[in-house]
């Protein structure tokens, strides 16, 4: 069942970030590498788990989770950096500043909250919950 549930926040976050992405691409902004890295770490990691869920292995379980991981870790420095590009003179942790920016942009604030309904339930998943 937490395997499921990973999945499900996993397609819809790799959903809303496809929509961001086009979003920016269409505005003619620019898109730093960073971005593709988190987008190609994402569709990895999914497969990976779509394999994990169809074998059953625990080994395959773990790699998808790391790779979630260090996906969740690109996203994180994306936020951090473009915050801090946009404000580079601010007081305070550069981390909770851009989280706090982030909630006047609702489909950014989307992308993040399914963030964790994707790594807590694969977390559990590979724990073998």
Known sequence: MTATIA????????GVGLVIL???LSARRHVPPLA???LTTALVGLGVWIAFMAAGSAVL??????VLTLHNAFGD?????GWRRRN???????YFQATKAAWKKPLL?????????AWFPALAAA???
């Open 127 to 129: 724990l073998g919950f």
């Open 109 to 117: 604030l989307v992308h993040g909250f399914l963030a964790p309904v």
């Open 22 to 24: 086009a979003r920016l």
């Open 36 to 38: 593709y890295y988190h």
């Open 88 to 94: 580079p003179d601010a007081p305070g942790i550069a």
């Open 77 to 81: 420095t994306l936020m951090v950096k």
């Open 7 to 14: 999945l499900v926040g996993w397609v819809l976050n790799i």
């Open 61 to 66: 379980a773990w790699i998808g989770f790391g």
